[in-house]
Each structure stands twice: as C-alpha cells, then as structure tokens.
T-cell receptor, first 110, second 115 residues
C-alpha cells in the first residue's frame, strides 16, 4: 500500500458543480495536510494548509481532514474552467517533509 | 509567481551527456528540494538541502548529484543521461525554520529532453 493515494482521474464536471477531491493515507502520524494545484507542465502551487482534523475554508475551497479514517478531502464550490488542473495532497508528520500524493486530474467543462 | 527561479526552462541533449540545472530559492528560504516528474507521473522526491548541507535523500540515482552553495542557490547535475531521464525537474524551497518551515514553494521547472 502506498503511503498516500489519490484517484488519478480524470474527473470531469460541468461548470458550476461542486467538486470533491479525495486522498487517503496510511501513516497515522501525519498531522499536517497540504493541497497543491498543478496546471499542465507548470510547477505545483500551494493552495491550502490544514493542521490535524477539521475543516478549513478559503473562498470557494474547503479542506477537510478526518484523521480517524485517514481521509482528506478538498471541496471546490462553483467550479470554473480555470480550476482544471491536477490536485495533489501532501501530508506530513511532525518534523518530517511532506509526502506528495500522485494527484487527481480535474477537468471543468464550460 | 512563487519567487523560486529555475534555469534553463528547456534543455535538449543527447544520451550519455551531462547537464546542470540551476535553482534560486525564494528570498530568505534555507531549504531547497529537487523533484522529478515524468510525463503524467507524480512528483518523485530526489533530494533536499538545508543551508548548504544535504538533509534528506529520496529516489535519486547515483548518476545524479546536487549541491547547495553559500548563496543558497542549488544545482542538480545529471550525468550519463538516458532516454528515461527525460522529464520535468522541479525545484522547491521552504523557509526551513519557524512555524511554516516545511511549506514548499515550487519553481516553474526545467523540461529536459534526452534524444
């Protein structure tokens, strides 16, 4: 079992839809959770950062962490074609580097 | 713009050759990371430097080496290149200290094509 797993997609949704992107992990010591967005052939950009369990909202984006299930989610409301990208989750444990998941490719159709 | 710069943007070279990729971290960041991303593949962590010293090593081939200089810029050297080394190479930097010491900011990447 890989340490961090994501459905590779592609996930195709119509413009305006609510998108749910998910990530599972195996290391119960992970405490910090990042989401990155990567446009095709570009460097990943930091999107959101959460610590431990719970929700964090930033504009149209909401990150949710369920440590009991080792499950991370990123919700995108009112999705736009400009949200079409690959989304990488990256958890880490205290004192260690982030571990990147393989990413989920999202396509928002106009 | 993340503040991380990488040169060159594109590199085309032949098998067996050696190339050097360069990275300048964000102002104030002490840590530099190198990643390889092949077509439609995930990010593969290669190596991390912190303030000039090697901090962590990932799946870096023996043909590859890196270093971080006193001015904190870093270079990734790839030698005896093979077709399979064709990929995007990303550099990232992080503060390396403080509350957000591990937050990584990525450069635009260098696209290496080995023919």
């Amino acid at each position: 079992q890989k340490e961090v797993e994501q459905d590779p997609g592609p996930l195709s949704v119509p413009e305006g839809a609510i998108v749910s992107l998910n990530c599972t992990y195996s290391n119960s010591a992970f405490q910090y959770f990042m989401w990155y967005r990567q446009y095709s052939r570009k460097g990943p950009e930091l999107l959101m950062y959460t610590y431990s369990s719970g929700n964090k909202e930033d504009g149209r984006f909401t990150a949710q962490v369920d440590k009991s299930s080792k499950y991370i989610s990123l919700f995108i409301r009112d999705s736009q074609p400009s949200d079409s990208a690959t989304y990488l989750c990256a958890p880490r444990e205290h004192g260690q580097n982030f571990v990147f998941g393989p990413g989920t490719r999202l396509s928002v159709l106009p | 713009d993340s503040g991380v710069t990488q040169t060159p943007k594109h590199l085309i070279t032949a098998t067996g050759q050696r190339v050097t990729l360069r990275c300048s971290p964000r102002s104030g960041d002490l840590s530099v990371y190198w990643y390889q991303q092949s077509l439609d593949q995930g990010l593969q962590f290669l190596i991390q430097y912190y303030n000039g010293e090697e901090r962590a090593k990932g799946n870096i081939l023996e043909r590859f080496s890196a270093q971080q200089f006193p001015d904190l810029h870093s270079e990734l050297n790839l030698s005896s290149l093979e077709l399979g080394d064709s990929a995007l190479y990303f550099c990232a930097s992080s503060p390396g200290r403080g509350a957000f010491q591990y937050e990584q900011y990525f450069g635009p990447g260098t696209r290496l094509t080995v023919t």
